[in-house]
C-alpha cells in the first residue's frame, strides 16, 4: 500500500501532540510529588526533631549576629570580664613582650535570646556557635600583630533562657611589655594587657571587669619569673579620633626576676675573674707571663658582657646593674694591666744604667713601710762604699815601696808608676811614687813582676766595682718595682672589696 505526503504529515503531527501531553502529565506528577514528600518530611521531622533543636531554630530565626541584641538601641550593652591567668610562658627581653596563657570570661544579656523553658521541655541553656550569636568585639590593645584570639571562633557560646550569654575563650598571646632593666638581673617588671572595643563607644558598649583582680586559681609557676601581684582596672578615655569615650579593663601584672640562673652563671664567674686579679701583683714583674694573664681575664670579662648584652632590648635609658658592675670590673682589670706595664718597665729599667733618683728613693723607702716591706728595701740597696777597695791597694802599694827601698841602697834608678784614678767604685785613684832600683837583674825581675800584678789588680779590681755599680743600680730599680707591685696588690684588694661592699648593700627594691 502506498503512503502519500498528507497522511505522513497528519502522523507526524499527532505524534508531537501525544508526546506534548505526556511530558505535561509528567511534570504535573513530579510537582504533586515534590510537594507531597517536602509536607510528609516536615511533619515527620517535626516530630523527630528534639527540643534543644527546635529552640536553636527558634532563637536564631531572623536573629542577626551583627546587631546590638538590647531593646532600647539608646542603651548600651553592658559586658562583664574576668581573666584567669594560667601561665607566663615566656618573657623575651630583647623584643619587649611577654606570652601569657590565660582564659577569658566575657558576659552579657542578649535581649533577642530569651524563651519561655516550658515550651521547650524545660530547656535551660543552649550553646550556640559564635559566629551565629552576636559577640563584643574585644581587643588586647597591646597585642603583637597574628596573636589575638586566632582560636576564637572555635568556642561555643552558653546561653540561657533569660538571655544571659556566657563566652569563654582560653587562649595564648604575645603583648608588648616595655621591659625596665635598670636593676637586670634582679629587676622587676610591670607589664599591662589592656583590653577594650575596637568599635562600639561607652554608650554603646560598657565594658566592666567582674573583679579587681586577676583569678589566680589555676596560675601555674614560671621557671624564671615570679608572679607578685596582678590587678584589673577600668578606665574610661577619650582619643582625638571620636567624641565619645571608650572604656577599656586594663590588666596590671608584676613579676619578679629569679636572679639565680645568672647569678651562678654570669655573676659569680665575673667575681671570681676579679678576685683573682691582685693576685697578678705576687707574681715577678720579670715574668712574661703577668701581662698575659691580666690581659686574658680582660677578654674573659669582656666574652660575659657581650652575653648579657645580648638578652637585653638595645636602649639607652638605663645601664642595667650587671652591666655597671662588669664596667667597674674592666676598669679594675684595665688599672692592673697599666700598673703592671709600669712595673715591668721600672723592673727593667736599671739595664739601662739609669741611676735611681733620690726623690724616687725617698718615694721608695716611704712606700715600702707603708706595705711592711722596709727591711727588704734596705737590703737591696748597695750600701758599700768603693773606697774600702781603693785603701787596700793602698797598702799593697805602700808594701811595695818598702821592699823596694830594703833591697835598693846603692844606684837609683827614677821609676814612675802612674795608675788610672780610683773611681767611686773602687779604682785606683792617681797613685804616683818613686821607687829607687837597684841594677841587679834578679831583683829588679822580681819587682818588674810585682810591678805587673799590681797593675792587673787594679784593673781587676776596676772592673768587679763598675759590676757591682751596676747591679747595685738594678737591684735598686727591681726593689721599687717590688715595693710599687706590693702597694698595687694592697689597693686593688681594697677596691675590689669596696666595689663589691657597693653592689652587694645596693637594694633595687628601694628604685
Request: aromatic share 12%.
Amino acid at each position: 500500500m502506498w503512503v502519500t505526503s498528507t497522511s505522513f504529515s497528519n502522523y507526524r503531527e499527532l505524534s508531537s501532540r501525544v508526546m506534548g501531553v505526556l511530558m505535561w502529565y509528567l511534570q504535573i506528577v513530579a510537582i504533586v510529588t515534590g510537594v507531597l514528600r517536602m509536607y510528609l518530611v516536615e511533619g515527620l521531622s517535626q516530630d523527630l526533631m528534639t527540643a534543644e533543636l527546635l529552640l536553636k531554630k527558634y532563637l536564631l530565626e531572623n536573629y542577626d549576629p551583627f546587631v546590638r541584641p538590647v531593646k532600647n538601641a539608646s542603651e548600651p550593652v553592658v559586658v562583664t570580664m574576668d581573666l584567669a591567668l594560667t601561665q607566663i610562658v615566656d618573657v623575651r627581653e630583647k623584643q619587649q613582650t611577654i606570652m601569657s596563657s590565660v582564659w577569658l570570661r566575657f558576659a552579657w544579656n542578649d535581649y533577642f535570646m530569651r524563651w519561655n523553658e516550658s515550651k521547650y521541655e524545660g530547656v535551660k541553656t543552649v550553646h550556640l556557635k559564635q559566629t551565629d550569636v552576636w559577640t563584643p568585639d574585644i581587643t588586647l590593645y597591646t597585642s603583637v600583630p597574628t596573636s589575638q584570639f586566632s582560636d576564637s571562633k572555635d568556642y561555643l557560646v552558653k546561653v540561657t533562657s533569660d538571655g544571659s550569654a556566657y563566652w569563654y575563650i582560653p587562649t595564648r598571646f604575645v603583648s608588648t611589655c616595655k621591659m625596665d632593666v635598670q636593676n637586670f638581673p634582679y629587676d622587676v617588671q610591670n607589664c599591662k594587657l589592656k583590653f577594650g572595643s575596637w568599635a562600639y563607644v561607652s554608650t554603646e558598649l560598657d565594658l566592666q571587669n567582674k573583679s579587681d583582680s586577676v583569678d589566680l586559681a589555676a596560675y601555674e609557676s614560671n621557671g624564671e619569673w615570679e608572679l607578685m601581684s596582678a590587678e584589673a582596672i577600668r578606665h574610661s578615655i577619650t582619643y582625638n579620633c571620636c567624641a565619645e569615650p571608650y572604656i577599656d579593663v586594663t590588666y596590671y601584672i608584676k613579676i619578679k626576676r629569679k636572679p639565680l640562673y645568672y647569678t651562678f652563671n654570669v655573676v659569680l664567674p665575673c667575681v671570681f675573674i676579679v678576685i683573682v686579679t691582685p693576685f697578678s701583683f705576687l707574681l715577678s714583674p720579670g715574668c712574661g707571663e703577668r701581662i698575659q694573664l691580666s690581659i686574658t681575664l680582660l677578654l674573659s670579662l669582656t666574652v660575659f658582657l657581650l652575653f648579657v648584652a645580648e638578652q637585653l632590648p638595645v636602649q639607652s635609658e638605663d645601664v642595667p646593674l650587671v652591666a655597671r658592675y662588669f664596667i667597674a670590673a674592666m676598669l679594675v682589670l684595665v688599672f692592673s694591666n697599666m700598673a703592671s706595664i709600669i712595673s715591668v718597665h721600672l723592673y727593667h729599667r736599671g739595664s739601662k744604667r739609669d741611676k735611681l733618683p733620690r726623690m724616687a728613693k725617698l718615694l721608695a723607702i716611704k712606700m715600702a713601710r707603708l706595705v711592711c716591706m722596709a727591711d727588704r728595701f734596705d737590703d737591696g740597696i748597695d750600701k758599700s762604699s768603693p773606697d774600702d777597695g781603693n785603701a787596700e791597694l793602698k797598702r799593697y802599694d805602700h808594701k811595695l815601696a818598702k821592699v823596694e827601698n830594703g833591697m835598693c841602697h846603692s844606684t837609683t834608678r827614677r821609676r814612675r808608676l802612674t795608675s788610672q784614678k780610683y773611681k767611686e767604685a773602687g779604682s785606683l785613684d792617681s797613685v804616683s811614687g818613686e821607687y829607687n832600683i837597684v841594677h841587679c837583674p834578679e831583683e829588679c825581675t822580681i819587682v818588674q813582676l810585682v810591678y805587673d800584678i799590681n797593675s792587673h789588680l787594679a784593673n781587676l779590681h776596676e772592673y768587679k766595682a763598675t759590676s757591682q755599680k751596676v747591679d747595685a743600680i738594678k737591684r735598686e730599680w727591681k726593689m721599687v718595682a717590688i715595693v710599687l707591685d706590693r702597694c698595687l696588690l694592697f689597693s686593688s684588694v681594697m677596691l675590689i672589696m669596696l666595689i663589691l661592699l657597693c653592689f652587694m648593700i645596693y637594694n633595687p627594691e628601694q628604685d
